[in-house]
Structure formats: structure tokens, C-alpha cells
């Protein structure tokens, strides 16, 4: 397991002011194109992002296509639910997609927080400004216990790091979704939209239920 203080990292990290403000990400341009956002070039930095979609259903996949499109970000990947643990193997498989499977591991940290200690990780890890993405998932209870406020907290914490904060579900969050500033649904291996700043989609939202 990575503790939090052995992120010492001897170089800055990506996301300085002269970094751009969008992250290429191909896997996403269908959907962009769906929803009439065809001007966006990928995901911009700073946001938190809700990946909603069920088990088995491209997420993981999805999010590999994206790093391994941005190969010098660096990633802390928190695993909160012990029923989800990310398998190393994963990266190795030929469906990654991951052109360079050891210099991927070498810019990953998995975290493994204690129980019921998810939310409180997040925090320092995003004051850190050492990462350029953090991707986490909570178990049933913790993803109860996101209360509006905290989410807010972690909306704000990932704009000022400029750090992209993706939160895995398997059910997207209606009630209370607005500081996530956009939400994704992933089925059968393909992106849609279901909210992109202020903009919704209802449709979706009804397919995802």
C-alpha cells in the first residue's frame, strides 16, 4: 500500500499554469459530438468528474484509453471499496490499451485507505498539487456518506490543483450532483454525456436508472 507521505516527488508536476486547459481524450469525441459540444477538445482540468456506468461496463477501460493517452500524467488510483480492487493485471492485457505497460506502473500510485477513511485521503493528496489525476471509488456506505458539502469541498480542492478528479459509481448521482461539474456514463464500452457544466441530459439520465 502507498502512504500519502511517500508522494515525494523529485520533479513538478504536470499541471503548471502553462499546461493547457484541455486533456486529449479520444474516447470521449462521440459523445461530445452527441451532445453538440463538438468545440470541446477533452476533459478540462480542475474538474470533478462522476464515471457512472455498471460493473463490467467499460469503465476501467475508459479511463485507461484516457491515461494512456496523457502518458506523463501522474495518478493515484484510491481503492475504497474492498470489493473492487483493481487488478495489476489489468494493465498488461492486450484490451488496456496501454502501449507501455511497466512506465505506466512507474507514474501510478494505488492507494489503499483505511476503512472509512476514503474521503479524508482525498483531501491531501489534492492539496499536494503532486498529481494530475486521482481516480476513486467508495463502497456502498461511502458513497452514502458524500454528502453535497463534501463534494463541494472536492470540487473546489480539484480546481485549485487544477487536478482531474474522477469518481467511479455504478449509479449516477442525481439528487445534489451540482458541484460535480460533469458526469459520464459508460455502458457496454461507449461514453455518453449526462451532464457537461450546465447542461443536461435527461434521456440518458432515465437509460442510466
Known sequence: MVTISSLKLSSPPTTTLSSPESCPCTALQPALQRAGLEGKEGLPRGQFIELAGPWGGGKTRFLLSFLNENPRFRVAWVQGDPQRLLEPGAFFSR????????KFLDRLWVIEPPTNQLWSCLHPLLRSQALDVIIFQA??????YAQETELRRLQILARQSRCLLFWLKEQPTRAGAWPIGIQLWVQDGEASILKWGSQRNENILEVAK
Open 95 to 102: 484490451e488496456s490499451g496501454i502501449s507501455d505497460p511497466q
Open 139 to 144: 463502497d456502498a456506505s461511502g458513497a452514502a
